[in-house]
C-alpha cells in the first residue's frame, strides 16, 4: 500500500467522525445485487425506447447503427457510439457568458492536430508546427483544468489525422507528413492509456482527412484533393470502400456534417467536364444505400461554408460581407435563409453546436451565437485570446474548449456561452378554467408521462409532479398549476401541498397529474415554468440548459 | 446512455470471464460510494447498475487492468457528478418507480451531516474524500481511479479536509499533510 490518504489511527477529529460514518453507512446501505441478468434485460428494454427522454437518444443511436448495419449486411449489431447525446454536464464549470484560460498544457503550440471528446477529456493527438510534424498527444479534463500526456503510440509524427471517438477508443487514421500521405491508423484508449494499431486502408489520404463515426463504424473521407472514402469496422479490424464522391472537399477545413444517417459534405467539381473552372455544391451521402445526391444550390457566394447539423436541421454558415445563415428544407429541397452575417463581424475559425445555438468563435473578446430559431445573432465573451490558425476544438457538454492554433499559441481557453434571452411575456388569455399563477405551495417539477405522450390535437396531457424540496421522498398532493399559453409555448408551473417539516433529501416520488389547457396543444413545445428565469428550480439540474433545459415535450417534425 | 449490444444484453449468455463474480463482490460497495455522491440509496445503485453494465461491455479490456473495480468507481463517480448523465438516470428512475415509495436511509445524524458535508464539495473534492473516507483509500489508489495526479489529489484531499472541518465545526491539524506523507 502507498502513501496512506486517511490515516486514522494517528486521526484527528474529523477522520475519527468519518471512520464512525463509514461504519454507519456500512450498517445502513446494504444493497443487494440484482441479478445481472435483469439489469440487462432493463438495459435491453431501455433500449427499444419506452422511457422517455433518455429513449429518444438511445433509439437515435440506435437508428444509425441499424442503418449502418444494414448497409454491410451485418446482423449483429454491437453500438458504442457517442450517444450520450448534448448534454450540460461541464455547464457549471463557468456561469453564463464566462471565460477561463486552460492551465499550460504539456504540448508545445501546434496547428492541424487530431482533436475528440470523449465525455471527460479533449485529447488532442499530432499535428504541425513551424519546427515540423508531430507525434506526441495529452488529455485535458475541463472539470479539474489539468492536463495529462498520452502514451507515446505506433503512428509517426503527421498532422491533420481523421479523428473520431467511438464510446471506448479514439480512432486516427491518415494524415500528411513531408512527403507522405499516410494510409495507416490507430486506436488509443483512455481508460487504459495503451494504444494498438489499426489496419491499414485501401485507400491513401489526401489533403486533410475527414472522420464520422456513425455509431458502429468510422467512414473516412481521403481529403480535399480525393475523392476516395472508405469506412473501418473497429469489431472486425476491418475496411470497405465506399462510393467516390462526386467532387473533392472544399480546402482548407473540408465540411462535412452528420445527421444520423446521411452525411452532408461541401464538395467542388468541374463546372463542365473537361473544364477547369469548378463550382461547388452540398452532397448528401446516405449511409444505407452507399450513394450520393446533390442538393440544391447554396448560392452563398462563398466556399467558405460551413456546415453544422443543429439539432435535427442542416444549417450552412458563410460569412463575409455578403454571408448569410441558411437552413435546408428537406421536404421542399431548397434553402431558407435565417439571417444576414452580421456587420462589422470577424472571421471565425471554430463552430460548435450548444443545443441550442450555434456558436462562433475566431479569438478575441467576442464569439457570435446565431439562434437559428429567431434568426438573431449576440455576442458572448471569447476569452481574450487572440485569433489562431486551425486551433484544437470541441463542445464538451456545455463548454467550448479551444486550444492551440499554430507554434506561438500553446494556450487555450474554456468558454461557456451566455445564455439565451427569456421570451416575452405572453398576453393574457381569458379563461374560467385557467389561471396563469399556480395555487400557492411548495414548488416542484415535472415530466412528462412517457407511457402517456402528449398529443398535438389533445387539450390534455398527463404530467408526472415531483416535488422540489427533500421532503423524505414524498411528493404530496399536486395543487392546481398555472398555464401560459402562447403561440409557440404552453409554461407549465406547478406546486404540491405545503410541508413545513421538510425532510432528509432523496428525490421525491412521481405524481400523476392531467393539465387540461383548455384547447388542443396544436404545435407548441411544454416548458415546466420552475425551470424558467426565475423558477425554483431554474438553477438545478432538474433544469440543465443544453440539455432537457425547461423544455419537457416538442412536438415533432 | 450507452447502447448495449444484443448479444450481451442476452440474459441466458453465461459468465463472461469471472465477471459474474466480480460484480457480486463489487455491487455494495460501489453503492455505498455512490450514495456518499448523490444521498439517495435508488439513485445509487441505479448509477452502479450503469457503471458494472459498462464494465461488461469492456469486460475483455477491464478484467485485465490491475484494479477493475477502480476502472468501475471512476465510470460510477463520475456519472453521479454529472449533471446530464445523471439527470438522464434520475428521469429513468424517477419513471420506474414513479408510483413506488423510497425509503430513505436511516443515518446517525452525525453521519448524516458528515456525508451531506462531503456531497456540498465541489465535485472533485466530493470524490476523493468519499474515496477516503468511505474506502480509506491511498493517495495512489484514489489518482489511478479517478484519472489524474497525486498532487492533484493530495490538494482536493487538503482543501476539501479543511472545508469540512470548518463545516463540521472539528479540529484538522495543521501538519495533516506530514500525517499523511508517513
Known sequence: MGEHANPVERGSELDQRAQRARSGLAAAVQPEAPPFGAVRARAKRRRHGTLGAAAVLVVAAASVALLADRRTGDAESVTAGPVEGPGDANADLLAPGETRLMSPSPLGGRSTMAVVWTGFEMIIW????????????????????????????????????????????????????PGVDHTDGAAYDPATDTWRRIADAPIDSAGRPSGIWTGTQMVVFAGFNSTEA????????????????????????????????????RLMYPADPGEASMR??????????????????????????????????????SPGPDGRAARYDH???TWIDIARWPEDAGEFEVHAWTGRALLLWGGGDDALLLDPVSGTWTTTPAGGIPPRVQPASVWADGVLLVWGGWSD??????????????????????????????????????????????????????????????NNGVTGEVL???????????????????????????????????????EPLGNRDLVDGSCRAGGAAATTSHCAEDYEGSVRWRPSG | VAIVPDEELSPEVGDRGGFEAFYRAEFAPVVRLAFVLTGRQDLAEELAQDGFLAAHRRWDRVSVLEHPGGWVRRVVTNRCISSGRRHLTELRLLTRLRRERVAPVELAPADDEL?????????RQAQVLALVFLEDRAVADV????????DTVRTHLRRGRLALAERLGLAEGANREEDRDG
Request: glycine residues 10%; aromatic residues 8%.
Open chain 1, 126 to 177: 499530432g499535428g504541425e508546427r513551424s519546427d515540423g510534424h508531430l507525434d506526441q498527444g495529452a488529455g485535458y479534463d475541463p472539470r479539474t483544468d489539468t492536463w495529462r500526456p498520452l502514451a507515446p503510440g505506433p503512428l509517426d509524427a503527421r498532422n491533420a489525422p481523421a479523428a473520431v471517438w467511438t464510446g471506448e477508443e479514439v480512432l486516427l487514421w491518415g494524415g500528411h507528413s
Open chain 1, 230 to 265: 472508405a469506412i473501418y469496422d473497429p469489431r472486425r479490424d476491418a475496411w470497405e470502400r465506399l462510393a467516390s464522391l462526386p467532387g473533392q472537399p472544399m480546402p482548407p477545413n473540408p465540411q462535412f456534417a452528420f445527421s444520423g444517417d446521411t452525411i452532408y459534405g
Open chain 1, 280 to 317: 461547388s455544391g452540398v452532397f448528401a451521402y446516405d449511409l444505407a444505400q452507399d450513394s450520393w445526391r446533390e442538393l440544391a444550390p447554396l448560392d452563398d457566394g462563398s466556399r467558405f461554408s460551413h456546415l453544422v447539423w443543429a439539432g435535427g436541421e442542416l444549417l450552412a454558415v
Open chain 1, 331 to 333: 421536404d421542399a429541397d
Open chain 1, 409 to 470: 499559441r500553446a494556450d487555450g481557453v474554456v468558454v461557456r456561452p451566455g445564455l439565451r434571452t427569456a421570451p416575452s411575456p405572453p398576453p393574457p388569455r381569458p379563461s374560467a378554467e385557467i389561471s396563469e399563477q399556480p395555487v400557492p405551495g411548495d414548488p416542484a417539477v415535472w415530466w412528462i408521462d412517457p407511457d402517456e405522450p402528449p398529443s398535438t390535437t389533445e387539450s390534455t396531457f398527463t404530467a408526472l409532479v415531483s416535488r422540489l424540496g427533500c
Open chain 1, 480 to 518: 392546481r398549476p398555472g398555464v401560459v399559453l402562447t403561440d409557440h409555448e404552453v409554461i407549465v408551473t406547478f406546486t404540491v401541498e405545503h410541508d413545513p417539516d421538510g425532510g432528509t433529501c432523496p428525490g421525491n416520488d412521481l405524481v400523476p397529474y392531467v393539465v387540461d389547457l383548455g
Open chain 2, 115 to 123: 456525508w451531506s458535508a462531503v456531497r456540498d464539495l465541489p465535485a
Open chain 2, 143 to 150: 489518482a489511478d481511479i479517478l484519472g489524474c495526479g497525486q
